[in-house]
């Protein structure tokens, strides 16, 4: 068989697996959208934590088909256009990236090999087929300096190589592909964690150090817009079947800074580790990054698309849903281990 039937992700250690369908098709009805029965939606990157969320989010009318890096890497350009001929989509969406934010100022080529080159190259082929690309990128496209929610129709001003190679991938899938659509992101928390980042994200990295012992010193003069990659894919899903392409930010609602974040972890789940707070200065990461890059929502207003729930609301439902899956099986239950 060319695609196995499932892939399982796991977080952390669990004692229970998340079984993602390799291949879906709903039904959904009638539903007030531009969608067709017949439509394929090629979804890269599906093991991450926005892929993985998109992937069990879906209910469009059509089929979701979710091919493994070996058989669809975006940086084999030729593989890639032989795969998506054969898969024959109506829609890709590419959640592959490379976001290790400070290693992307030590290593730019590859920064910009996959979040800039092979976004082109992706672009071409969905252009030659028809189809629409469905591309994600990030806050960090902004300098920080408005000091108030971006919009769309701000003019990006990124201030490190990682945002210099996001932006320059936004717009050549624009550029290439005539029916594409941008979705702009921040500081993604999900349960399959992401692939990018040693397999964590800020709220496990938060608790690991914390359960280990460690003072944190956490940066509190970053503000920007965190979100569950649950209610992000589940948004995205609405604004695809809008037929929407160009930008639009897709972010749970409210702001926060990293700090604030950290402390709203910690209260939630009972725990009271050493935390200061530091200005971006006094950390010294190697990446300079915005001091504000919270997205409004103004193309999801338009388009008649509630936004997110706010980051709060979102981060105690991320922590309950990662307790359940690290809760041991009731014996009898008849759920799946892992083994």
């Known amino acids: ?7 399982r992700a796991h977080v952390g250690t669990p004692r229970r697996s998340l079984i993602l369908p390799r291949y879906t098709a709903r039904a959904v009805g009638d539903t007030e959208t531009v969608t067709r029965p017949d439509a394929r939606y090629v979804l890269i990157g599906a093991t991450g934590q926005l892929g993985f969320d ?3 989010t879906f209910e469009l009318p059509g089929t979701l088909l979710t091919p493994p890096r070996s058989e669809l890497d975006i940086l084999d350009a030729r593989r890639m256009g032989e795969t998506l001929r054969a898969l024959r989509p109506t829609h890709v969406l590419n959640t592959a990236a490379w976001n290790a934010v400070d290693a992307a100022e030590d290593e730019p080529r590859r920064a910009f090999a996959l979040n800039a080159e092979a976004v082109g190259t992706l ?9 629409t690309l469905v591309h994600f990128s990030t806050d960090y496209v902004f300098d920080g300096a408005k000091g108030a929610p971006y919009t769309e129709d701000d003019a990006p001003n990124p201030l490190g190589a990682y945002g210099v190679s996001k932006l320059a991938g936004e717009r050549l899938a624009r550029e290439r592909c005539g029916s594409a659509l941008v979705i702009r992101v921040s500081g993604l928390f999900g349960v399959a964690r992401s692939a990018g980042k040693d397999g964590t994200n800020f709220v496990e990295t938060m608790l690991r150090l914390a359960r280990e012992g460690r003072p944190l010193r956490v940066v509190a003069d970053q503000v920007l817009g965190p979100s569950y990659t649950l209610d992000v894919a589940r948004a995205v899903w609405r604004v695809i079947a809008s037929g929407h392409t160009g930008l639009c930010h897709v972010t749970s609602g409210g702001e926060t800074s990293w700090h604030d974040f950290a402390h709203e972890i910690f209260r939630l789940e009972g ?17 300079k990054r915005p001091p504000y890059s919270v997205l409004a929502h103004r193309r999801l207003g338009a388009l008649g698309i509630a936004e997110p729930r ?6 105690a439902a991320y922590l ?3 307790r359940a899956l690290n809760a041991p099986a009731r014996p009898g239950s008849g759920r799946r281990t892992s083994g």
């Open 271 to 287: 725990m009271t580790p050493s935390l200061t707070a530091v200005s971006s200065d006094e950390y010294g990461a190697r990446a």
């Open 310 to 315: 706010a980051w709060g609301v979102a981060l």
């Open 1 to 7: 068989m060319l695609y196995p039937t499932e892939l």
């Open 123 to 131: 672009a071409e082929a969905c252009q030659a087929l028809g189809t």
């Open 54 to 56: 998109l992937a069990r």
């Open 320 to 322: 309950a849903e990662r």
